[in-house]
């Protein structure tokens, strides 16, 4: 079974700060998606990343894969409490059965 | 518009009944799945179905039986609950089938699940 990591696991900050979370596994990931789950809803896709090395970016999120695919981060500059969410990785291996991370759970104060 | 819908939201029930969750989506998609959401988070998905065939099938108890009567429906049927059943379901529908990495995935808003 393939397992993703994420951390921290709570993230409690002010409005302006940067932020990265992490999502790592000791396994190859064909592929690595990144999802947000607002409070009572199910997640959204904010990006999927592929290519070892590849950087994404969202308005002021940057997202990339780690060379070996085996890593992923998400890093948010000056962020706002439009962000406030549970940060979901999703990765696929060598079957087509999504495996997630417990997911990063970010506040950002006013 | 609503894209993947589930009904009921909130279902709250006595240990060893029976009940069913819902899932339509209205956008011409392939694939739905049905994933479990526990107290911790963790997202784990359940099954899959693409075009009215299963097609993922994860490690779950026999009571747990998907329905699907055409590709915009997926239903949730589950006997006997016990109170480890207790958690948000979320329903989710993509284009496409086996080649996760291709396909976004839409979820719906998700089923609270309450076994008493």
């Known amino acids: 079974t393939q397992l993703l990591e994420q951390s921290p696991q709570f993230l409690s900050i002010q409005e302006g700060e940067n932020l990265t979370v992490y999502c790592n596994s000791s396994?190859?990931?064909?592929?690595l998606q990144w999802y947000r789950q607002e409070p009572g809803e199910g997640p959204v896709l904010l990006v999927t990343?592929?290519?070892?090395?590849e950087v994404k970016k969202l308005k002021r999120l940057t997202f990339q894969f780690g060379d070996a695919r085996k890593d992923s981060s998400l890093h948010i500059t000056a962020a706002q409490p439009g962000d406030t969410g549970l940060y979901l990785c999703?990765?696929?291996?060598?079957?087509?059965?999504?495996?997630f991370g417990r997911g990063t759970s970010l506040i950002v104060h006013p | 518009d609503t894209a993947v819908s589930q009904t009921p939201k909130y279902l709250v029930t006595q240990m060893g009944n029976d009940k069913s969750i819902k899932c339509e989506q209205n956008l011409g998609h392939d694939t739905m799945y049905w994933y479990k959401q526990d107290s911790k988070k963790f997202l784990k998905i359940m099954f899959s179905?693409?075009?009215?065939?299963?097609?993922i099938n994860e490690t779950v108890p026999n009571r747990f039986s998907p329905k699907s009567p055409d590709k915009a429906h997926l239903n949730l049927h589950i006997n006997s609950l016990e109170l480890g059943d207790s958690a948000v379901y979320f329903c989710?529908?993509?284009?496409?089938?086996?080649?996760?990495?291709?396909?976004?995935?839409?979820f719906g808003p998700g089923t609270r699940l309450t076994v008493l």
């Open positions: 396994s190859v990931f064909s592929s």
């Open positions: 999703a990765g696929s291996g060598g079957s087509y059965i999504p495996t």
């Open positions: 989710a529908s993509s284009q496409g089938d086996r080649v996760f990495w291709k396909n976004e995935q839409f």
């Open positions: 990343v592929v290519t070892g090395g």
């Open positions: 179905y693409n075009n009215k065939e299963l097609i």
